[in-house]
């Protein structure tokens, strides 16, 4: 075989070499699993006002509970397609688990309308210029936050939430 020949070989063997650990490392994980830098960490604390009756509202009051913290709102379409699940987890955990929604980039009057036509029975509180959902590192809504008694975020879900989903995070932090 001319050197060339052998040339072609070795890049040819190399460029399989770069795509093979490409695929291996790419195969097998999870697409929806999205890193981020607060996992394991405490969860940043805020104090913002319900919107229903104005109170202020610290997340340290909650330390001791586990906590599910969704950012929201009225103008995302999956938002709205995941306002069901929250409302049957809330009735079916809020003996055990802490339940807060927290408005993303929305006015309090969009906000208020939308709650009054399809419910809320747990707490809406109001982050007027996003400040929490920044601390929280929110790229988008909904994203949806699971907080264990100790006030570490244990996990993240960036996406519409089903039932499954937040049956098995509620369990990981009610461990």
Request: charge should be neutral.
């Amino acid at each position: 075989m001319s050197k060339t020949a052998w040339a072609l070989f070795a890049v040819l063997g190399v460029a399989l070499g770069a795509m093979w650990l490409v695929f291996h490392k790419s195969f097998g994980n999870d697409p929806h699993a999205v890193p981020f830098e607060l996992a394991g960490k405490p969860a940043p604390r805020f104090t913002m006002k319900r919107l229903d009756t104005g109170e202020l509202v610290k997340l340290e009051d909650f330390i001791g509970r586990p906590i599910v913290l969704n950012f929201w709102a009225t103008w995302c379409g999956p938002c709205k397609e995941e306002h069901p699940v929250l409302q049957w987890a809330y009735q079916k955990w809020q003996r055990d688990v802490v339940f807060l929604g927290v408005v993303f980039e929305d006015t309090e009057e969009n906000t208020k309308a939308f709650l009054v036509q399809n419910g809320s029975s747990w707490p809406q509180l109001y982050d007027p210029k996003s400040t929490v959902a920044v601390d929280f590192g929110v790229a988008g809504v909904p994203e949806t936050y699971f907080i264990n008694r100790s006030g570490v975020i244990v996990g993240k879900y960036p996406y519409p939430i089903d039932p499954q989903t937040m049956t098995k995070r509620i369990s990981e932090i009610l461990q």
